[in-house]
Structure formats: C-alpha cells, structure tokens
Antibody, heavy 118, light 110 residues
C-alpha cells in the first residue's frame, strides 16, 4: 500500500522559510507526479506545486517566486520550501501522488499543520 | 474566492438523494475532467469520483458524478449518516496550467 508522510516544523516565524519533506513508501518515486496541496479555513484547498521526478516543478502562480520543490530519488522523498512566509501561509499542508496532469490524487499524506507566528 | 463554485452547505435525511453542484468555466470544467473528493472531519480528502463519473475501487455506487458544459454534479443516493462530510470538486485549469478546486460543500445528514 502506498503511504505518504509529511515531516517538518509545525511553527515557522514570519519572513522565514517553511520546509517540508514527504517520505513515500510502497511505491517508487520514479513514477507518477508528486505534489503539495494546502488547506486553510478561509481558502479551502489550494494547489501549491507538482512535478514529475525527472522534470521541472510547476508552481501555483500566486505563490511563484517563493517556492522550491525537489525530488530525492535516493531517499524516495520530495520536498517543499516556501520562503518569506506570513500568517496567510498558516495551513494544513498535504503531500500527494498525482496522476498525470490531472487533479487525481489517489494517495495523500495525513497532513501537517504549519503555523506562521512569532 | 475559489475558481470553482460550490454551494457552501447541503443537507438531507437518511435514505434521501442529494446533489451538490460545481460550476466553472471553459478553461477548466468545460475542457477537462472533473473530480470529487470527500473529506471526513480531521482526515485528508479522499478521491470519490474521477474522470467526471468514474468511481475508484471501494467507493459505493450510491455516489455518482455527471458533467455538462461548464457545470458538474455529485449525487449521493440512499443518504447515510457516515456521508456527513465536506465535498470538494476539482479539475484542471488550462489558463493556470494547474489544478483548481471548489470551495467545498458541507453535507449534513439530519
């Protein structure tokens, strides 16, 4: 069974960089697309980024310039960095397995709450 | 201010049939497949419908999806208490080159 698990700090200070890692088990990261989605009470579900393991990442234009997504095939992990965070970036962050260029997410991590606060 | 528009809430009694709508535009629903997710409290969303009307293995046939033009619907028949959840629609947006979501519909089973 495919499992995804997010890890990273639950509290980040304003203007600093949020860093998350997603560890994939039960499947090779060298197939499928992988992505990040976040959920806030006010804005619901929001796509952040996705990439194929060997391709270039694609970023939500509303967050572009602050995002870096990367895949680590040796550890079967992928990561997300979001710089210059503000309170508006407080959300539950999910890592997902994406089927092609579609919003078909068959597998989700459990989600990790990241709070931006001093 | 989600790209796709859903009613914020819906309700029904056990055994009833309820529908949840999702509307968009030609750059998203009008040209791409529609997906539905069910999110139970405190859990990650779960894929309920893919490619407009297909159910993943394990999803009861009480759940069905349809699409016409730039709108789509999720129908739940034989409503059960365990269907009480948030439901989200999603599709690809060609202008964004990425996925877009509806704001979600909270379904109450009275």
């Amino acid at each position: 069974q495919v499992q995804l698990q997010e890890s990273g700090p639950g509290l980040v200070k304003p203007s600093e960089t949020l860093s998350l890692t997603c560890t994939v088990s039960g499947a090779s990261i060298s197939t499928y697309y992988w992505g990040w989605i976040r959920q806030t009470p006010g804005k619901g579900l929001e796509w952040i980024a996705y990439m194929f393991y060997s391709g270039k990442p694609n970023y939500n234009p509303s967050l572009k310039g602050r995002l870096t997504m990367a895949v680590d095939t040796s550890n079967n992990q992928f990561s997300l960095k979001l710089s210059s965070v503000t309170a508006a970036d407080t959300a539950v962050y999910y890592c997902v397995r994406q089927t092609g260029l579609t919003p078909q997410y068959d597998f989700w991590g459990q989600g990790t709450l990241v709070t931006v606060s001093s | 201010q989600s790209v796709l528009t859903q009613p914020p809430s819906a309700s029904g009694i056990p055994g009833q049939r309820v529908t949840i709508s999702c509307s968009g535009s030609n750059s998203n629903i009008g040209t791409n497949n529609l997906y539905w997710y069910q999110q139970l409290p405190g859990t990650a969303p779960k894929l309920l419908i893919y490619s407009d009307s297909q159910r993943p293995s394990g999803v009861p046939d009480r759940f069905s999806g349809s699409k016409s033009g730039t709108s789509a619907s999720l129908a739940i028949s034989g409503l059960r208490s365990e269907d009480e959840a948030d439901y989200y629609c999603a599709t690809w947006d060609d202008s964004l080159s990425g996925p877009v979501f509806g704001g979600g519909t909270k379904l109450a089973v009275l």
